[in-house]
T-cell receptor, first 111, second 111 residues
C-alpha cells in the first residue's frame, strides 16, 4: 500500500538557518503530495501541496518540489524563524480513501 | 467558507466507559469525512472515512466505530474504552485537489 517516510527528528536549528526535511513516498498511482504543520495542542494546517510531477508547492517561504523520478517531496526554507517551531508532516493522497502521513518531524528554532 | 468543528476539546474518561466524539462541517455539502488518531509523539493513523450518509469504511480493526447520521456530521464512538484509545482525535474533510482540512481535535485521556 501507499506509504510516506520522512526524516526522523527532532531537528534543532538557529534562527536564519537553512531547513531541509526529507520525505519520500511509495504509491501505486499518481498521488497528490502535501506538507502539513502542527503547532502545540492544535490540529493540522495545510502548508503546501503539489498535485503532479515537477509541481512546486510554496507558502510562507517554504517550498517543496514533487519529484516523481526519486519519489520525493522534500521541504525547504531558506531562513527559518523561531515562529517556525512546530511538527511537520509529509502526506500523500490518491483519492477519497484518506491520507497517508509520515511520522512527523519536530523542528525547534532557537534565537 | 468552510469550517469544521469538533467537540469536546478535551476529555478524560475511565477505562470501560463509552465514548462519543462529534465532528460537524459547515459551508460544504456531501463532503468526504475522515477520523484520524494521533498517539503521543507519533504520526496520524486513519481510522474511518465516509463518502456519504451511512457510508462508513474502516481502515483498521479498532475498539471504535463511526457513524454519519447527517450529511455534515461524523461521530466516533466506543462502547468500552481501553487505555490504548488515548490520543488526539482529528476530524477532516476533503477538498477539490485531495487536500484535507482538519478540525481543532479532541484530546482523549483514558485512565
Amino acid at each position: 500500500g501507499d506509504s510516506v517516510t520522512q526524516m526522523e527528528g527532532p531537528v534543532t536549528l538557529s534562527e536564519e538557518a537553512f531547513l531541509t526535511i526529507n520525505c519520500t513516498y511509495t504509491a501505486t498511482g499518481y498521488p497528490s503530495l502535501f506538507w502539513y504543520v502542527q503547532y502545540p495542542g492544535e490540529g493540522l494546517q495545510l502548508l503546501l501541496k503539489a498535485t503532479k510531477a515537477d509541481d512546486k508547492g510554496s507558502n510562507k517561504g517554504f517550498e517543496a518540489t514533487y519529484r516523481k523520478e526519486t519519489t520525493s517531496f522534500h521541504l525547504e526554507k531558506g531562513s527559518v524563524q523561531v515562529s517556525d517551531s512546530a511538527v511537520y508532516f509529509c502526506a500523500l493522497s490518491e483519492g477519497y480513501q484518506g491520507m497517508r502521513f509520515g511520522a512527523g518531524t519536530r523542528l525547534t528554532v532557537k534565537p | 467558507s468552510q469550517t469544521i468543528h469538533q467537540w469536546p476539546a478535551t476529555l478524560v474518561q475511565p477505562v470501560g466507559s463509552p465514548l462519543s466524539l462529534e465532528c460537524t462541517v459547515e459551508g460544504t455539502s456531501n463532503p468526504n469525512l475522515y477520523w484520524y488518531r494521533q498517539a503521543a509523539g507519533r504520526g496520524l493513523q486513519l481510522l474511518f472515512y465516509s463518502i456519504g450518509i451511512d457510508q462508513i469504511s474502516s481502515e483498521v480493526p479498532q475498539n471504535l466505530s463511526a457513524s454519519r447520521p447527517q450529511d455534515r456530521q461524523f461521530i466516533l464512538s466506543s462502547k468500552k474504552l481501553l487505555l490504548s484509545d488515548s490520543g488526539f482525535y482529528l476530524c477532516a474533510w476533503r477538498a477539490a485537489f485531495n487536500e484535507q482540512f482538519f478540525g481543532p481535535g479532541t484530546r482523549l485521556t483514558v485512565l
